[in-house]
């Protein structure tokens, strides 16, 4: 894998058609928003795509140009300090590089809970944050909390994602910090549907094929 490195960054944000059921998430409370950086995006049951399906995306830029986020709930079996080594000081010895997307897989990308945001790359939410590629991590070490690896993320050309949102693809729901860092990812979607409560909560329910149930 390549050290890790700093993200590519959007331009000004776009307006974002509303999608049929935006009114049942928790965008409910801001709905001039245009821009859903630092929001998740959950697949929806009809998103079929292998390298989306049943994801859990955090949005880290979105703007004219695009978008890019990082699957939250694709642990690899590789741990992070064995793939990793410079890095091996700023996760727990037992955590998992997360698979974070399709686009430049060998890329390393570490997202932290920053003590001072200012210390961050860039801010995604609350104190969530890109370390950037040049930090030392002796240093960021101390600085920093729970940190997770990624490798590779999830990009989106101008007017995809918003394409893909008016096609209810896409459920966008607000983040938790234990969102980011969850020790149980492969349950994260059904959590996260799960407290947006209607019939999402439903569909929290689906086994992972259905055929099966």
């Known amino acids: 894998m390549r050290p890790f490195s700093s993200l590519p960054r959007s331009g000004a ?31 929806s049951p009809a998103l079929q795509d292998p390298n989306f399906r049943r994801a859990v995306v955090l949005v880290a830029e979105h703007g004219e140009g695009g978008a890019m986020g990082l699957v939250l709930n694709r642990p690899a079996e590789a741990l992070a300090a064995e793939a990793v080594p410079p ?24 997202l932290a809970e920053f ?32 940190t997770r690896l990624f490798a590779g993320y999830a990009g989106w050309g101008t007017g995809q ?10 459920i966008v729901a607000e983040p938790l910090a234990d969102d980011v860092f969850s020790r149980e990812p492969h349950g994260l979607w059904s959590e996260v549907l799960r407290r947006q409560g209607g019939r999402f909560a439903l569909v929290a329910t689906m086994p992972p094929d259905p055929s099966l149930n």
């Open 13 to 43: 944000s776009p307006e974002i058609p509303r999608s049929s059921d935006r009114q049942n998430t928790s965008m409910d409370a801001d709905d001039s928003r245009d821009s859903l950086r630092g929001l998740l995006l959950v697949a």
């Open 115 to 146: 003590e001072d945001p200012d210390d961050a790359a860039a801010i995604v939410f609350a104190d969530i944050g890109f370390v950037s590629g040049d930090s030392d991590p002796e240093v960021i070490s101390t600085s920093t909390g729970r």
């Open 161 to 170: 994602l918003e394409s893909e949102l008016a096609e209810d693809a896409w």
């Open 87 to 110: 890095l091996a000081e700023l996760v727990d010895p037992d955590s998992h590089v997360f698979a974070g997307g399709p686009v430049e897989p060998q890329a390393v990308i570490v």
